[in-house]
């Protein structure tokens, strides 16, 4: 059974860093693409950055861009936000959403998925921008 476990968040100032980590088990196909979604009180659910084990490739929501990074380390089987410059709107719960590739699929084919055609998600860690 595929699992998905986030883990690395917390409280930090604005213009501080995190990286947040999300550890997939279970896993026993060739590829996946990994997108970290966000979602804050009275929000819906966004999405923020993807990265796709076939390629390496990743895709950032525009608020993000040049802040966030997403990578993978295959052997920890664990894909990375790393996040700086953090914002008080970059606050909410951080989830990570699996969804199984099949061919050697970009980032950017996957970005656009809604919520519900994910396969696997996680539980989520808080992030809190404060001063």
């Known amino acids: 059974q595929v699992r998905l476990e986030e883990s690395g968040g917390g409280l930090v100032q604005p213009g501080g860093s995190l990286k947040l980590s999300c550890a997939v088990s279970g896993f026993t196909k060739d590829y996946y693409a990994l997108t970290w979604f966000r979602q804050a009180p009275g929000r819906e659910r966004e999405r923020v950055a993807c990265?796709?084990?076939?390629?390496?490739?990743?895709r950032y929501a525009d608020s993000v861009k040049n802040r966030f990074t997403a990578s993978g380390d295959n052997a920890k089987k664990t894909i990375y936000l790393q996040m700086n410059d953090l914002r008080p709107e970059d606050a909410g719960i951080y989830y990570c959403a699996l969804e199984v590739l099949y061919d050697t699929v970009p980032a950017d084919n996957i970005w656009g998925f809604h919520p519900d055609e994910y396969d696997y998600w996680g539980q989520g860690t808080r992030v809190t921008v404060s001063s």
């Open positions: 990265f796709s084990t076939a390629d390496d490739s990743t």
